[in-house]
């Protein structure tokens, strides 16, 4: 049932002011949670002490816990605008302090007993910390040709074999373990564990020692080897076999949920070339006068709000559209990683040399171009991600592009009330994908008067052609190259797919607001849009022609206002500590 558009996003306004104001501005040296500081705790390889003191203050765990559980979690949407504020101070505190808890605890409230889910509730809120294992080394995303057994016994499970690059293994109370139930083949040979600490003989199993990585150096990466372990049979999430849908479900809601979190990180950054370009001095002006740099700012700014579009229509897709979510979510956290490490190269060179430093007003900059990378890796690489999505697009091209309805208005309303996360819906594969039928609507209902609308207008044409040429690809392709193990080409069609979500989101993003534009004169003014669809068509292989003259600078003093007044480069114009 929904709780009103009132009641939801004042909570998320005011809790997101509660963070800010704990946490801080990051400017000031001598905060707990100041660039300083963070720089220093990485440079040691240690997570950020004081932060996570400030998160336990303010029982950030709580966020993670669904409301039906005594915790604050009622929308993704809004766990991504919370949990953004965090990463936008340092990366390896939002995973390391808790993302890696939520990305476990999503299995137990997908298809956890009500005991599991009380447990696991009590723990986090407690200030706990749960780690999540799917995957091992020997083989990366492929989690169905797992290792890790789970040997049924009659009365429980008995536990052997090694799980590696788990963040916070050794400092969790639980862990979620994905373990192979059976020796027969198939998606049937798997289940998920929930194994907590305290119930476990402390001999028959060992952390493995720490990683060192390059990005997110605070985290704790290390593994956990088990040996002859007896796990009782509580411990089972869901059914016996179940681990694979259990996963695939699960993935849903984390992959479209961390990309958006990311987002943080990379509105720092483009902060912190700004401040850079405005009192650098080259050829006796300021860097922000010269064309080209002042042009990939406001390009990193662009693709920021297109991420931002994808992310929110993946997020509320969840609750809106669960049966579609599957496609959504891998597109999500297939290009929303990509372009924001794309913007992130763009913004290093104008920074130039002051990109390789790793101290000093700069250093924050250096440290999210080495951190934003590990949120590509994990269960849900590039390659996973597209695999999930090649074998949908002929179901799609053939039931759903071009003859189903477009997604509800809703989908693109930022602040709009949600009903509840529907974790029964999700399903594995769909038929139907109205995000797509969004752009193919839009296309009649794009306003074309002034030379700016007119430009969004004809892109948005090109894209829909794109979209025609992607189904006459999709419907041709071999039965060899809809699987992962495709030919290059069906990745290429993931990809091309992907971009085209994008466009649909960012068009129904900007529709909202031009219904409403005294709410947010920026989002409803189409500069944006034409200009951020020109982005994606070039990134389509497309060269379309330049933009009306009026659009840049439009965008250009949106990134300068943003700037001047503290408030952060996404859909939601938030004020910002520092």
Not at 57 to 62: A, E, G, Q, R, W
Not at 250 to 276: C, E, H, N, W, Y
Request: hydrophobic letters at 45%; glycine letters at 8%.
């Amino acid at each position: 049932m929904s709780i009103g558009i009132a009641a939801q996003e004042e909570r998320v306004v005011a809790r997101i002011a509660e963070l800010e104001k704990v946490l801080g501005d990051p400017a000031d040296p001598l905060g707990d949670v100041s660039y300083a500081r963070v720089l220093e705790a990485d440079e040691e390889g240690e997570m950020l002490t004081p932060g996570e003191r400030l998160l336990d203050d303010v029982v950030l765990n709580s966020d993670f816990v669904p409301r039906a559980h005594g915790g604050r979690l009622e929308r993704i949407d809004n766990l991504v605008r919370v949990m953004r504020q965090v990463f936008r101070r340092d990366v390896a505190l939002g995973l390391g302090y808790g993302v890696t808890s939520f990305m476990a605890g999503v299995n137990l409230w997908t298809c956890g007993t009500a005991e599991q889910r009380e447990r696991l509730a009590r723990l986090l809120l407690d200030g706990g910390k749960v780690s999540v294992a799917y995957h091992e080394l020997a083989h990366g995303n492929d989690f169905v040709r797992n290792e890790f057994e789970a040997t049924p016994t009659g009365d429980g499970f008995r536990l052997n074999g090694t799980k590696q690059v788990i963040n916070n293994a050794d400092r969790a109370a639980a862990w979620v373990l994905f373990s192979r139930t059976s020796d027969k083949p198939g998606s049937r040979s798997h289940s998920v564990m929930f194994a907590e600490r305290g119930g476990l003989d402390a001999a028959s199993y060992r952390v493995l020692p720490r990683y060192d990585a390059v990005g997110v150096r605070g985290c704790h990466l290390s593994g956990l080897h088990f040996e002859d372990c007896a796990l009782p049979s509580d411990a089972l999430v869901g059914e016996l076999g179940q681990g694979v849908e259990l996963a695939l479900r699960a993935f849903q809601i984390t992959r479209t949920a961390v990309p958006g979190m990311a987002l943080g990180a990379t509105d720092t950054s483009l902060r912190t070339v700004v401040r850079f370009a405005l009192g650098r001095q080259l050829y006796r002006r300021s860097v922000m006068e010269i064309p080209h740099a002042k042009a990939t700012l406001s390009g990193a700014f662009l693709d920021l709000l297109v991420c931002d579009s994808l992310s929110l229509a993946g997020s509320r897709a969840v609750h809106l559209l669960p049966d579609e979510t599957s496609v959504y979510a891998a597109a999500v956290k297939y290009l929303v990683p990509r372009m924001l490490s794309d913007a992130m190269n763009e913004l290093s060179i104008v920074l130039g040399a002051r990109f390789y430093v790793r101290e000093g007003e700069f250093g924050i900059f250096q440290k999210h171009v080495r951190d934003l990378p590990v949120l590509s890796l994990g269960h849900a690489g590039s390659a996973a991600c597209q695999a999930t999505i090649i074998p949908q697009l002929p179901r799609l091209a053939r039931r759903a592009w071009f003859t189903g309805d477009p997604a509800p208005d809703a989908l693109f309303r930022p602040r709009e009330d949600l009903p509840e996360v529907s974790f029964d819906g999700l399903t594995l594969a769909s038929g139907r994908d109205g995000l797509s039928a969004s752009l193919v609507a839009a296309v009649d209902e794009l306003p074309s008067g002034t030379p700016v609308e007119r430009a969004a207008h004809g892109i948005a044409l090109k894209m829909m052609d794109e979209l025609r040429q992607v189904q006459e690809e999709a419907l041709a392709l071999a039965p060899e190259d809809r699987t992962a193990l495709a030919r290059p080409a069906s990745f290429a069609l993931a990809d091309r797919y992907a971009v085209l979500l994008a466009a649909a989101s960012a068009i129904g993003v900007w529709r909202q607001a031009a219904a409403a534009p005294a709410d947010d004169p920026f989002l409803a003014d189409p500069a944006w849009l034409a200009a951020a669809l020109h982005r994606l068509s070039r990134r389509l292989g497309h060269r379309p022609p330049d933009l009306p003259a009026e659009a840049e600078p439009r965008v250009h003093e949106e990134v300068l206002r943003r700037f001047q007044e503290n408030a952060s480069y996404d859909l939601y114009n938030t004020p910002l500590a520092g």
